[in-house]
């Protein structure tokens, strides 16, 4: 039979061990948190920016019936006669060319059918252009409600 300093130094030394087993399942359980939260967080160009977000129209004549709505999830295209297309959005790419940034917009229809468009925005100006049409300006109408 052990004495009792030896049976508290045994006590003692598992005490430590136990401690010590705990502080590993703890810094293992928060690099798998961790590691959740970088692989599944929103990419930073994934959302556009609040100033985008909205319902866009354009006064050319050829595109008096047309407009663009843009929100985190969807970009609408409304092609003129009451007639919209809607797509879901599977990414969004920025980059800075001269004083505006251009915004790339990959999206997939109902039907799984791949669509991209892109446009330049200047904040300065508060409008898009079209990459394909940088002549025709499209301006974001305020929601009424």
């Known amino acids: 039979m052990r004495s009792w300093p030896e049976r508290i130094e045994l006590f003692v030394e598992n005490e430590e061990q136990m ?9 293992f359980v ?16 994934k959302f556009l920016p609040d100033d985008l977000v909205g319902h866009w129209t354009t006064s050319a004549p050829k595109y008096t019936d047309r407009f663009l709505e843009l ?10 006669e009451d ?24 999206y997939h229809d109902p039907k799984g059918m791949d669509g991209q468009v892109s446009f330049y925005w200047n ?5 898009i252009r079209l ?13 009424p409600f």
Do not use: C, H
């Open 123 to 127: 904040p300065s100006e508060k409008v």
């Open 19 to 27: 401690k010590s087993k705990m502080k590993l399942k703890w810094i």
């Open 131 to 143: 990459k394909n049409q940088k002549r025709i300006v499209w301006e974001k109408v305020e929601e």
């Open 71 to 80: 929100s985190e999830v969807v970009v609408i295209f409304g092609t003129g």
């Open 83 to 106: 007639n919209i297309d809607v797509n879901f959005i599977s990414s969004v790419d920025k980059r800075v060319e001269g004083g505006s940034t251009l915004y790339t917009i990959n």
């Open 30 to 45: 928060a690099a798998v948190v961790l590691t959740a939260v970088l692989v599944l967080r929103p990419k930073d160009n």
